[in-house]
């Protein structure tokens, strides 16, 4: 569809453009780190003639209106709540603008692409096919074979791209290019706890009641049935299971294991026996059954344990391939993120509720690339999915915090896609009556994404509180995080048939998930749709949380902050309460 329209404005287009050597030799700097990121090294230069896909990022022509959108149908007071976009509304928002999709095709043509590779339905993803040789020179840059020293990774990057002047206001982003981040090089939010595992052996488990006190066995053995009392879910029945879905992104080749979700639900949620869930496998991830994840398990036995019996996919998106040079297959661009983004958004009907348990620091990402995937997670809002993030394990930074601008100073570190303002972030708790912030919980303010007004009073009121202290260490002006919490530590889990212990905010936001899952199912059961983008709901409603007002989460060799009545950088507005959030969506 699109890509026949770009064809034509290709060939017509390039029939007037004139000047050529001028308008297209004009290069300018698109993104460049001072030096190759931290962890990387190069290790060789790839042959000229390695084919490989290059993804440009056109400027969505109305994405503003997109944004306008998704606030109108995710403010509850708006006459729009609730009216989600389709995908083909969606589609005509982020849709480049001729003028956008005639100067990009005159400087494919000028370099000799008559046709991209593959459009998205909208037009807005443009993957081409070059040569290394030819993307050096439309780019300005210089790849290399990159190496990360932990995970053994390789990659194909750039310390800097050039876009010919004219191009910059239309394209928003070339991948890959300047992220060095793959899935294995990037954290994984969660740690096993063989310390816990002693007061694990003894849990015997026990009914869960909606509204009573739990056991004092879940302050260090958290199992669904601890979740299900302390967030009042243990009496809800789903109805809506033909139509509502959660979904779990899973990367890192970690495979959701089935025989032990089974062995999980027989200790953990008897009345579950039988159950199972979906893998949707995306960019060739796998399935293999025979190497269960810790994450991936993690996310699904708790989704499926809080949520059952609502439809559970887990989505196994490929990771990065060692780059090997062969002049016959291109590498793939492997963008963590761009690769599942790119799949949901092609897909007419989507999972209601998504989590995902991944992130890294925002200073090693390239803003282009960080505002591209954002304005992606921002589509998926528009089209009425709540997406869970888990806002990281290092309290306000780990490691020495240093920034790598050139000045070389300690500052929190913010993590990404926690700092998007377009999902849901979501810090961790640990103990009961009262839960307190767990130190790891990562919290803090966006470098990048200025705060959003739903969380102005909110964050104005915490700043307010705070008065000097971290003074000069983060951004005040910041989007501010985590939104929510959930339990974060002595998760069991049954990974290869046997119980370890697991913490991180890794756990927290599945069990956010599953919570707003059956949210969602009481919404579409009652006729109604579903959530959406929860922010501008929740912070309007922070009394259907369960505030959590001590506990505080140290980095960067400082005590971080600390949680305290109202929202927080540690546990945003609190934990969730079904059955508050129940009576005032009704
Ligand atoms: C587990 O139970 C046994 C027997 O009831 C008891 O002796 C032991 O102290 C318990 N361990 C923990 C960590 O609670
Ligand atoms: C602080 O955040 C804003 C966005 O809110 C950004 O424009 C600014 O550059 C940031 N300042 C620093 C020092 O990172």
Not at 79 to 97: C, F, I, N, W
């Amino acid at each position: 569809m699109y890509w026949s329209t770009f064809v034509v404005l290709a060939l017509g287009a390039s029939s007037f453009s004139k000047p050529l050597q001028k308008r297209w030799d004009d290069l300018t700097t698109k993104h460049s780190w001072l030096e190759v990121p931290e962890g990387w090294e190069l290790q060789s230069l790839p042959p000229a003639d390695q084919p490989m896909l290059l993804r440009l990022g056109l400027k969505q022509d109305k994405f503003d209106e997109l944004v306008r959108n998704l606030y109108e149908v995710s403010e509850p007071s708006h006459a729009r709540y609730g009216q989600h976009l389709s995908k083909e509304e969606v589609d005509t928002l982020v849709a480049p603008h001729p003028d956008t999709v005639s100067a990009v095709n005159d400087w494919l043509m000028y370099h000799g692409i008559s046709e991209p590779e593959s459009t998205t339905s909208a037009g807005e993803w443009v993957t081409i096919r070059v040569t290394v040789e030819q993307a050096e020179k439309m780019l300005g840059a210089k790849y290399g074979v990159y190496r990360h020293d932990k995970s053994g990774d390789t990659v194909l990057r750039t310390v800097s791209y050039s876009l010919p002047k004219e191009l910059h206001s239309h394209i928003d982003v070339v991948a890959p290019t300047t992220y060095f981040g793959t899935m294995k090089s990037m954290k994984a939010t969660h740690f096993l706890q063989p310390e816990l595992d002693v007061h694990a052996k003894n849990v015997s488990d026990v009914e869960p009641i909606a509204n009573a006190v739990p056991p004092a066995s879940c302050a260090t053995t958290i199992t669904p049935s601890c979740l299900r009392t302390l967030y009042n879910t243990a009496n809800y029945v789903p109805k809506a299971t033909s139509t509502n879905k959660l979904g779990v992104a899973g990367y890192l080749d970690e495979f959701a294991n089935r025989a032990d979700l089974a062995t999980f639900v027989s200790r953990f949620r008897t009345d579950a026996a039988g159950v199972t869930f979906t893998t949707t496998r995306v960019n060739g991830g796998g399935d293999d059954q025979t190497d269960p994840g810790v994450e991936a398990n993690l996310d699904i036995q708790y989704t499926i344990g809080i949520s059952f019996p609502t439809p559970n996919i887990y989505y196994s998106t490929g990771g990065s391939p060692p780059f090997i040079p062969d002049s016959t297959t291109p590498t793939n661009t492997n963008e963590p993120y761009l690769d599942w983004l790119n799949f949901i958004m092609a897909q007419s009907t989507i999972p209601q509720t998504f989590t995902t348990s991944y992130g890294e620091n925002e200073q090693t990402i390239p803003a282009d690339y960080m505002a591209s995937v954002c304005n992606l997670f921002a589509q998926l809002g528009a089209r009425g999915a709540s997406i869970m993030f888990s806002s990281g394990d290092s309290g306000v930074g780990g490691g020495n915090c240093r920034t790598n601008d050139g000045r070389n100073v300690v500052q929190f570190q913010p993590a990404f896609p926690a700092s998007c303002p377009f999902v849901t972030t979501v810090g961790g708790t640990t103990r009961v009556n009262p839960e307190v912030a767990v130190s790891f919980s990562g919290g803090g303010f966006s470098n990048h994404f200025a705060r959003p007004s739903y969380q102005n009073t909110a964050v104005t009121g915490f700043l307010n509180a705070l008065g000097n202290t971290n003074a000069g260490l983060f951004n005040t002006t910041g989007r501010a995080y985590p939104d929510v919490a959930a339990q974060g530590s002595g998760f069991q889990v049954v990974v290869g048939g046997r119980v370890t212990s697991v913490g991180g905010t890794s756990a927290s936001s599945p069990t956010v998930a599953g919570v707003i899952a059956l949210v969602n199912d009481f919404r579409i059961s009652n006729g109604k749709a579903p959530l959406g983008f929860l922010n501008p709901l929740i912070y309007a409603n922070p009394s259907a949380f369960n505030d959590i007002v001590s506990g505080s989460n140290p980095g960067c060799g400082t005590n971080g902050f600390t949680a305290r009545t109202g929202w927080d950088p540690v546990t945003g507005l609190g934990t969730p309460d079904f059955l508050k959030l129940q009576s005032l969506l009704g």
